[in-house]
């Protein structure tokens, strides 16, 4: 009865004994194992030698070494180098771009030498680059500076554009009118229901932008009035939230001095807007 089992660990590349092509020998009690990588054995049942079996060892022997070093070039050739990703590639990973540009107003209409302030959104909050470049097509009609303010130039048309600087190169644009001016006296009188030459009672008189209708002081807004804009206009100097009327919108309320002391906006529908007191 076979004590006994010869084998050979096919491990190939990873295994000295396998490399080798060495019999191992093991008590059949023994787990059928390599003892050097506990990989598979292939049984092999050793036949006693011919008369010719240093040459048939030789040749084995050539045999299953080149088979073994062919199987290991084999196992290892289709394997990749792996290299540590480039920083560049890395960063360009975490990069949140931006995925839109857009401006509160897509048209304007302004009277030569005013302004008009674009306001500017960018999305996604936390994207990684929010600079951008402000252009106009005819800077000689508007012209527009790096924080969106556009001043009117002459009579004309142009658009002004805001175009991100990261890759995504996001663009928004704003059509520009620009009407020509008519010419407003220093001291404006009132017309119609004036109490005096120096413009105290009530009347109409031109204003910033628009018309102004209700009660004077020496020629400017006083009191409880009205003014409906005809161009694109900043209500009140003093709002620290630097609210713009269109034209075709109106204030109602009171004024002191020529200045908003409290209104109400309404849009050139007629459609409440908001309530102002700067």
């Given at each position: 009865m076979?004590?006994?089992?010869?084998?050979?660990?096919?491990?190939?590349?990873?295994?000295?004994k396998?490399?080798?092509?060495?019999?191992?020998?093991?008590?059949?009690?023994?787990?059928?194992?390599?003892?050097?990588?506990?990989?598979?054995?292939?049984?092999?049942?050793i036949?006693?030698?011919?008369?010719?079996?240093?040459?048939?060892g030789?040749?084995?022997?050539?045999?299953?070494?080149?088979?073994?070093?062919?199987?290991y070039?084999?196992?290892?050739s289709?394997?990749?180098?792996?290299?540590?990703e480039k920083?560049?590639?890395?960063?360009?990973?975490?990069?949140i771009?931006?995925?839109?540009?857009?401006?509160?107003?897509?048209?304007?209409?302004?009277t030569?030498?005013?302004?008009?302030?674009?306001?500017?959104?960018?999305?996604?909050?936390?994207?990684?680059?929010?600079?951008?470049?402000?252009?106009?097509?005819?800077?000689?009609?508007?012209t527009?500076?790096?924080?969106?303010?556009v001043?009117?130039?002459?009579e004309?048309?142009?658009?002004?554009?805001?175009?991100?600087?990261?890759?995504?190169?996001?663009?928004?644009?704003?059509s520009?009118?620009?009407?020509?001016?008519?010419?407003?006296?220093?001291?404006?009188?009132?017309?119609?229901?004036?109490?005096?030459t120096?413009?105290?009672?009530?009347g109409?008189?031109?204003?910033?932008?628009?018309?102004?209708?209700?009660?004077?002081?020496?020629?400017?807004?006083?009191?409880?009035?009205?003014?409906?804009?005809?161009?694109y206009?900043?209500?009140?100097a003093?709002?620290?939230?630097?609210?713009?009327a269109?034209?075709?919108?109106y204030?109602?309320?009171q004024?002191?001095n020529g200045?908003v002391?409290?209104?109400?906006?309404?849009?050139?529908?007629?459609?409440?807007?908001?309530t102002?007191?700067?």
């Amino acid at each position: 009865m076979e004590t006994k089992r010869n084998g050979k660990c096919i491990n190939f590349g990873n295994c000295a004994k396998a490399d080798r092509q060495e019999i191992i020998e093991l008590d059949i009690t023994e787990d059928f194992l390599c003892p050097e990588c506990n990989g598979d054995l292939e049984e092999t049942i050793i036949k006693p030698a011919g008369p010719n079996k240093l040459l048939i060892g030789i040749i084995a022997a050539v045999v299953v070494f080149g088979g073994g070093i062919g199987a290991y070039f084999a196992m290892n050739s289709g394997k990749k180098e792996i290299k540590p990703e480039k920083i560049e590639d890395v960063q360009a990973q975490q990069m949140i771009l931006v995925s839109s540009l857009s401006l509160n107003k897509t048209s304007l209409d302004i009277t030569e030498k005013g302004t008009a302030q674009l306001t500017l959104g960018i999305q996604p909050d936390d994207a990684t680059n929010k600079s951008v470049e402000w252009s106009s097509s005819d800077a000689s009609v508007a012209t527009v500076d790096e924080k969106g303010m556009v001043t009117a130039v002459k009579e004309g048309a142009a658009v002004v554009s805001v175009q991100a600087t990261d890759e995504s190169n996001q663009k928004a644009s704003c059509s520009v009118t620009v009407n020509k001016g008519g010419k407003v006296s220093e001291r404006p009188q009132p017309q119609g229901g004036g109490n005096d030459t120096t413009g105290t009672g009530s009347g109409t008189v031109k204003v910033p932008g628009g018309t102004y209708k209700g009660e004077l002081k020496n020629g400017k807004p006083d009191g409880s009035g009205t003014i409906t804009y005809s161009a694109y206009t900043r209500i009140s100097a003093k709002d620290l939230k630097e609210r713009y009327a269109n034209a075709g919108d109106y204030v109602t309320g009171q004024f002191r001095n020529g200045e908003v002391v409290q209104v109400k906006w309404y849009n050139a529908d007629g459609s409440f807007n908001q309530t102002i007191m700067p």
